[in-house]
């Protein structure tokens, strides 16, 4: 009859042995488990590095390949461009607007202290007549370039050219120090008069290929 405890005691130290044991085993499965979920945000972190250094290779080469010469309006000049690239997040209407960087290299080869940043439009009417000055946010700190230039057309439109319809262009003037702030700036925003607009990324692209050819 005195064996009985002694039994139950030894089956629950077996029991209490086999569950600490399992206990152990459960433990160094989930530090496994944490080291490979800590590996994969590893690699998948690497992998989102590479796509996205690999999306701006591929932005920097065609900016750079875009990018046109040409001989420039006085002998011996070069004139430098961007090609022209669509305004995106304007707000409602039919007009469209188009950004350009262009610059003339004199015929030493020197650096020229500043560029025109031409914004071209469709179907603006008379929105940008007056406007003095071209606003610049670059990475939050705000730049005015005074507007150097105005231009405006009426094109006929409709099968019987009985329509018309107004474009503008508008060239600001851009000191070489704030271009430079603008191709090494991760967000650029503008205003001309009442339109507000963002840089995209491929023409952000384009402003640091332009400042490279300035450059070189």
Sequence with gaps: MRSAPLVALVVLGASTFGWAGELEQLRDENAQLRARVQELERENARLRGDASRGLSAALEQRATAAIAVAPGE?????SISTEASRLEGIGGGKSRHWITWRAERAAGGGRPDAAALVIDTSASGSTYRGV??????????????????YRTEIAPTGR??????????VTATVPAAVLDRVAGA??????LGPTTFHLTPEQLAAARAFVQR???
Excluded at 74 to 78: D, I, K, L, N, R
Aim: glycine share 14%; charged share 20%; aromatic share 0%.
């Design 214 to 216: 300035l450059g070189a």
């Design 74 to 78: 006085t002998p011996g000049a070069t």
């Design 160 to 169: 019987d050219g009985a329509g018309r319809i107004q474009s503008e262009h």
């Design 186 to 191: 991760s967000d650029v925003s503008g205003t």
């Design 132 to 149: 003095s000055t071209l606003r610049l946010v670059v990475d939050g700190t705000p730049v005015d370039c005074p507007v150097a230039d």
